[in-house]
């Protein structure tokens, strides 16, 4: 299976498109409570950065800025330290293009107020099916993990927040996917690790791509799995077929030692040269050997008299 399926999942997402306004709204909205700072400057000027290491959701928030505020956007990658990532960043500066979209976010009240990141969205925005996916796309692109389906099952999306966390939480549980929340390193997250919710969540946000390698990695464990059982069966089997023949063996020696061959009822003594003969046949085998031949039943029939025999010596 590839690596990266998280982040190639992103790379997908953040070039969908997406035509309805109120979609892309509920998705910018989440991109902001994952990865944007809101403030105000010293001059009283709105501002808004977005800003991450994860290069496709900044990119998936540039589109969408620009296209719901018609204005230009500014991008700028920030160099970190020798050996770590860079950062990428995108912000709006035009005002009154910023303050509509904001207002329009649910972001900024009508006194120029901020709504804190960690608040949950604004119902308006969360009204229709759609809108509610575009919400999680969003906020998987922010802050969302995917792991390989060819290593194990496990789907989260970090939250600015608990009440973030049950918002989120509570779309999920609304789709039928039994979403739960937990706390990690001092955040809090939303997970999921059944496979085929997982499978749901991502055709839910819109990664049909991801999905499909999903459902082709499940199949293929399935089948691994199904192959691995019937090997070890099958080992089984041949385990205990050999310790029966050395047993078989055993006994025909000492009958051998003991009395000999020839003190044996012809029909005996026929199976016990052929089992010195072919010690690694089966019994299925060993009857076809016999003139008549003899099914199954009937050789280990004749087997079990020769370990009573030598039993009795």
Not at 138 to 163: Q, R, T
Not at 187 to 200: C, T
Request: with cysteine.
């Amino acid at each position: 299976m590839r690596p990266a399926f998280s982040r190639d999942t992103k790379e997908y997402l953040s070039r969908l498109p997406v035509k309805a306004k109120h979609c892309r709204l509920a998705e910018l909205h989440a991109l902001i409570a994952g990865i944007g700072e809101l403030g105000v400057d010293e001059n009283g000027q709105l501002s808004l950065l977005l800003q991450s290491e994860n290069l496709p959701a900044v990119r998936r928030a540039d589109y969408l800025l620009g296209i719901l505020s018609g204005a230009d956007t500014h991008c700028s990658v920030i160099r970190s330290q020798e050996g770590k990532n860079p950062f990428y960043a995108v912000g709006l500066e035009d005002q009154i293009a910023l303050q509509q979209l904001l207002k329009s976010l649910g972001f900024l009240y009508h006194r120029g107020v901020i709504r804190e990141k960690t608040v949950p969205a604004p119902a308006a925005l969360l009204q229709r099916d759609c809108c509610r996916r575009a919400f999680l796309r969003g906020a998987f692109l922010a802050g969302g993990y995917v792991s390989d389906p060819g290593s194990s099952y496990h789907f989260e999306i970090v939250a600015a927040g608990e009440a973030r966390a049950e918002e989120l939480q509570k779309i999920l549980k609304g789709f039928g996917l039994p979403a739960r929340v937990t706390r990690r390193k001092g955040r809090e997250l939303i997970y999921l690790k059944e496979s085929e919710a997982i499978s749901d969540a991502l055709s839910m946000i819109g990664a049909m791509t991801s999905r499909l390698e999903w459902e082709n990695a499940k199949i293929y464990r399935s089948l691994q799995g199904q192959v691995n059982r019937m090997v070890n069966c099958e080992t089984a089997n041949l385990a205990k077929t050999a310790q029966a023949a050395g047993e078989q063996l055993d006994a025909i020696r000492k009958i051998e030692e003991k009395a000999g061959l020839s003190s044996l009822p012809p029909h005996l003594k026929e199976i016990a040269l052929l089992r010195f003969a072919h010690p690694e046949a089966s019994l299925t085998e060993l009857g076809a050997l016999l003139d008549p031949p003899v099914g199954r039943s009937g050789v280990n029939h004749r087997l079990r008299k020769l370990k009573e025999i030598a039993e009795g010596l």
